[in-house]
């Protein structure tokens, strides 16, 4: 009996009106936005910390991550994305988490290199939905240099 071809399932979400998505063995739980205290000389990208069942989470605004320069305020969808990246824990302010993909390994592509980053290495068109592929631990090292 012969194994059918390897799947992988994405968190699907939605940054300034694109569509992303992350390897959701990264993901550990999706949450509303708690507020988010500011740290004094903190990374530019690193929005400030969040109190999460006693531990101190970093959070990364995905928008401004990804150099989205007119920010509106977050609605009622955003979402706050705990991911685990080695042994670290870092919340994502997105958007909206729109669903979870299961997708064949070969449906992945790598970026075009013109489009090409660490942060977004790869894409997917899925469902008539082009997703770009985010890199969760390209994300946080460019929140903390």
């Known amino acids: 009996m012969s194994a059918g071809p390897a799947q992988v399932q994405l968190c699907a979400l939605q940054v300034g009106g694109d569509h992303y998505a992350v390897d959701i ?16 000389g903190a990374p530019a990208l690193i929005e400030g910390v969040v109190q999460l ?6 959070v990364l605004d995905v928008r401004r991550a990804l150099g989205f320069v007119h920010l509106e305020p977050l609605g009622r969808l955003a979402r706050l994305v705990v991911c685990r990246v080695g042994g670290r824990r870092l919340g994502l302010l997105v958007d ?22 660490a942060v977004v290495p790869g894409l997917l068109r899925h469902q008539e939905r082009l997703y770009l592929l985010l890199d969760v631990l390209a994300l946080l090292e460019g929140g903390l240099a």
Do not use: C, F, W
């Open 25 to 40: 063995m990264r993901v550990e739980e999706i949450l509303h936005p708690a507020p988010v205290t500011k740290v004094p």
């Open 96 to 117: 909206a988490v729109t669903g979870v993909l299961k997708v064949e390994l070969g449906e992945l592509k790598p970026a075009p290199s013109a489009a090409a980053s």
């Open 53 to 58: 069942r006693g531990a101190v989470l970093p």
